[in-house]
């Protein structure tokens, strides 16, 4: 055995010992090793072949034959072959051939399978190297590349100053969550797991796709692919096993597209700004497709602030309530009030249209009802104290309430801490357009009807408006949009031939009406033609602070308007 321990053998094992990374490199030097022991072991061919078999794409990848060594000098036709089991489903055979006119005896071959079992541990080694590191690279889920991924290849991308040929598009799945819902988290795992085979076929090795989590993709694909992309996931049909039935599916996405300037070095920002993109398609332009503009930044940077600032905004008592009168047009006086929320920020009075549609939007406007309705209690407690009876106040309540199973007692709760009957409050709905929350909405206003408050539908003739839908449910006032009223004062007006039928339907059902939105005399002579003596608008007042509303109230003001 001294053979191991000579010169060759020697400079053969530390050429082998240089801690290389991946097995190409390694492959590349072996040649140059293994001519320090080739006369010693009487080398003719020395090949290799690796084969993995099995569904890991990843192990695939290895699959070579190299031919390590070969002597000038030819070589014998028998060899002496060694196959070694790798990994999972994998073998490495090793071929080695003697020179001509050489036969390997029994002592050779147990010499050279040692060289075998060495130059085996590196190259596994390498190969478990390399897949620990893919690990880390890849989303296991889908196995596309991940998060931390996108961030090596896009910086490397930035070091080659070649980042401005590309363009970030950040997609997600429309409907996603609806085949999460209707048919279980596993459906909703193969059909990530089958989208991302397709779009494992769509990049190249120079591109990339991928998965930022849930059903977010990041693509970073050469400038002149864009349009093809937004082509090719606008429809992907993919298959699944659920419930053992094969189900096809046609998979579209929604994107923000973002190319990258010439001079980025801040691909997180990129990411952000895609992302303002898809929020703008989704939120806002309800599109399939955004390519990023500043104005959207702007936007979307307001409404993370609005989002961020809530919380401590409840906190520190930042919004206000201001209340606007709802007046009897016969006897002139105020006869109720709207409750109206403003947000008093940075020593700004913001209107609820710069804040309430994001807060529904991420399903933060149920704590800001709840803030209201506290504060109107409280404001009804103090002005019975101070010997004013207040007119019965509306409260918004938003659709996103019907969620909530307990909301009854949440409501009566408020009502008991602050001792408040009843009948001083009105909750104001808007209509909705499912049936499941028509039937959660029935709910609570029987719910409010048992405990003696009064319930109203708030811009009727908006939207999903249906009169057959209110007769099902006991709300006691319908409010009657601005968007009538603006149109009523105008010569051969069709909304006044309408809303006159509408309002002799609802009177007709027992119900109140309220118009509001009123600017004008003539507006409020016409309403009051009609019978429609509740209005409210602009005519009278603004909804207006605490204060000044009191005074009104203190005072038993009336109207000095000629109606
Ligand atoms: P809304 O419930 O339909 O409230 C009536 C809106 O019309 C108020 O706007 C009011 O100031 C405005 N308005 C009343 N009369 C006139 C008029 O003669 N002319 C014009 N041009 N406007 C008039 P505001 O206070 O800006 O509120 C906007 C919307 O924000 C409300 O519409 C409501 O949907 C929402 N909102 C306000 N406070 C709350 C709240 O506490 N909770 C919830 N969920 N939504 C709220
Ligand atoms: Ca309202
Ligand atoms: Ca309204």
């Given amino acids: 055995m001294n053979i191991l321990c ?50 890991i794409r990843d192990l695939k990848d290895y699959n070579i034959t190299r031919i390590l060594y070969e002597s000038n000098d030819g070589h014998e036709h028998f060899a002496h072959t060694r196959c070694i089991k790798n990994q ?19 002592d050779d071959k147990t010499k050279l399978d040692f060289i075998i079992k060495y130059i085996n541990l590196i190259i596994t080694r390498s190969i478990t190297n390399e897949l620990l590191n893919r690990r880390q690279f890849t989303d296991y889920m889908t196995q596309l590349p991940n998060t931390a991924y996108f961030m090596k290849f896009s910086n490397d991308l930035g070091i080659r100053g070649i980042l401005n040929k590309y363009t970030l598009i950040f997609s997600n799945l429309k409907g996603f969550n609806y085949i999460n819902q209707q048919m279980g988290s596993q ?3 193969s059909v990530l797991k089958e989208y991302s085979k397709k779009l494992k076929n ?24 864009v349009e093809e992309y937004i082509n090719y996931i606008s429809n992907i049909n993919i298959s699944i096993v659920n419930d053992n039935k094969t189900k096809t599916l046609s998979i579209s996405a929604r994107s923000g597209i973002y190319p990258l300037p010439a001079l980025s070095g801040n691909v997180g920002e ?39 600032g809530f919380r401590t905004a409840l906190i520190h008592k930042e919004f206000l309530v201001y209340y606007q009168p709802k007046v009897n047009v016969i006897t002139k006086k105020i006869a109720g009030c ?23 939007e991420e399903g933060l406007i149920c704590d800001l009802d709840f803030f209201v309705l506290e504060k109107v209690c409280e404001d009804i407690r103090n002005w019975l104290r101070n010997g004013i009876t207040p007119p019965r106040i509306s409260v918004n309540f938003s659709k996103h309430h019907l969620k909530n199973q307990d909301l009854i007692n949440d409501v009566i ?35 409010l009807n048992d405990h003696g408050i009064r319930t109203s539908i708030d811009d009727f003739g908006t939207g999903y408006s249906s009169l057959s839908l209110i007769k099902d449910l006991h709300v006691n006032v319908i409010k009657i949009d601005k968007s009538f009223v603006d149109n009523i004062a105008t010569e051969d007006s069709k909304d006044k031939i309408i809303l006159g039928s509408i309002l002799t339907m609802i009177t007709g059902l027992g119900m109140n009406v309220i118009a509001e939105g009123c600017e004008t005399v003539e507006q409020a002579r016409i309403l009051k033609e009609m019978n429609c003596n509740m209005i409210q608008g602009y005519l009278f007042d603004k909804p207006l602070p605490q ?17």
Avoid at 88 to 104: A, L
Avoid at 418 to 432: A, C, G, V
């Fill in 6 to 55: 000579s010169e060759g053998f020697l400079h053969f094992f530390n050429a082998m010992q240089i801690e290389t990374v991946s097995l190409d490199d390694i492959l590349n030097l072996t040649p140059d090793a293994l001519n320090n022991i080739a006369d010693e072991f009487h080398l003719g061919k020395f090949e290799i072949k690796i084969e993995f078999s099995g569904p």
């Fill in 88 to 106: 999972e489903k994998g073998n490495i055979y090793y071929v080695v051939f003697p020179v001509k006119g050489y036969n390997y005896t029994v």
């Fill in 187 to 189: 459906a909703g795992d």
């Fill in 202 to 225: 769509f990049y190249s090795s120079d591109e990339i796709i991928a998965r930022f989590g849930g059903d977010n993709f990041v693509a970073l694909l050469k400038n002149e692919r």
């Fill in 270 to 308: 990129a990411i952000n700004r895609a992302n303002a993109s898809l929020i703008y398609a989704k939120k806002i332009a309800d599109s399939d497709c955004e390519w990023f503009t500043d104005s959207i930044l702007e936007r979307i940077n307001k409404d993370r602030e609005v989002v961020s």
């Fill in 338 to 360: 709207e409750a109206l929320v403003r947000w008093k920020h940075n020593g700004k009075i913001l209107p609820p249209g710069m804040f309430v549609p994001i807060l529904e």
């Fill in 413 to 447: 709760s408020i009502l008991t801490k602050y001792r408040i009957n009843p009948d001083y409050l009105e909750i104001e709905l808007t209509e909705s357009a499912t049936s499941d929350d028509f039937k959660a909405m029935t709910q609570f206003v029987d719910d």
């Fill in 547 to 563: 204060d000044e509303y009191t005074e009104k109230l203190a005072s038993a003001y009336i109207y000095p308007i000629d109606i």
